[in-house]
Every structure is written in C-alpha cells, then in structure tokens.
C-alpha cells in the first residue's frame, strides 16, 4: 500500500499533462504530494526523510513550474534530487567511511563491509547516470518524451538497479539450513 501511495502523484501528474498541459499538472502533482505526506503521517505516524526531502523538492519545483507555466523547473528537480542523492552517498562514503545503503538495508542483511561499500557505491553511480540521462533527455528531446521518461523511464532504471542489487546481495546471504542439512548428508 505504501509503495502504491507513493506513486499516485507521479501517476496523476502524468494523466493531468497528458489532458490539460504542464501549469494543470504541476498543480495536481503538487496537491497529491501534499495529500500523500498526509495521508502517510496520518496512517503511519511518521515521514521518512527520504520522503520528506522528496516532498519538498516537488512542492517548490511543482510551484514554479505551474508559476512560470514551464516544465523546466521539474525538469531542474530530477538533476538536482538525483545529484544530491549521489553526493550524499559519495560524502558519507568517502569523506566519513560510512556507507549509507548499510544504514538503511543493514538491519535487515549482513554483509561485509567491501559489499557494502561497492552497493552504496553502486547506487551512487546509479543516481548520477539518472541524472545525466534527465539532462540529455530534457536538453535534446520534447516535452512530453520528458514527461514519459519521468514517468516510467525513471521508475524502469530503478527497477532494473533494485534487481542489480538483490542479484548483488544474494551471493552474499547465508544458505538456508535446509541446503546445508541436505549437504551434511551426503
């Protein structure tokens, strides 16, 4: 339900352009953003930072791109929010040797610490191609290949990094005690 929650703004900002233009859509992105981190507060009790840090670029790039009537200022958020993804990683990682990924994924997994630091660094890399690709395709294509790339362009090169990922983890993850039991009786 959340994952699904989180879409909803993406999905009817792409309907709303689709039929009425860039203002009306930033608009309804804008109100669904806000009614998402609501009705997230509301039925979770918390925002994750993550989310929050999302929310707030989408209200103050949404605002000025339905002020200005002018798809640009989206276009600026996904190269800014991306890069800043990155940075955030690369800083953590380099500067305070802390990879971040671990933070967030390892409670949940073990692993040892080169593993994480080649995931955290992975996704960095993952965040600055996505950002490079929003400038090429917002520089040399229209709008609406734009708007189809932010759309489902974007979510697709997640998917297929989240899959890198797991493939990634999975070597890393203890054989369950079955596969070691049948082993032991050999």
Request: charged content about 20%; proline content about 2%.
């Amino acid at each position: 339900m959340k994952q699904l929650l989180e879409f909803i703004p993406l999905i009817l900002f792409f309907i709303t352009y689709k039929l009425s233009g860039v203002r009306d859509a930033a608009i309804v992105l804008v109100i669904a953003t806000i009614l998402q981190m609501v009705i997230l507060k509301w039925k979770y009790g918390a925002i994750e930072k993550q989310q929050k840090i999302m929310a707030s670029a989408v209200v103050f790039f949404g605002l000025l791109t339905a002020y200005f009537n002018e798809l640009r200022y989206l276009q600026w958020k996904v190269t800014i929010v991306n890069a800043l993804f990155a940075i955030i990683l690369l800083v953590a990682q380099f500067q305070f040797k802390i990879p971040l990924v671990k933070k967030l994924l390892g409670k949940e997994i073990k692993l040892p610490e080169q593993a994480w630091n080649k995931l955290n660094l992975g996704w960095a890399i993952f965040f600055i191609i996505c950002m490079l690709v929003n400038i090429y395709i917002s520089r040399n294509m229209s709008e609406e290949a734009w708007v189809d790339f932010k759309s489902f362009g974007l979510i697709g090169m997640t998917i297929i990094a989240t899959l890198i990922s797991a493939a990634y983890i999975y070597k890393y993850l203890p054989k369950d005690e079955q596969n070691n039991h049948k082993d032991g009786e050999n």
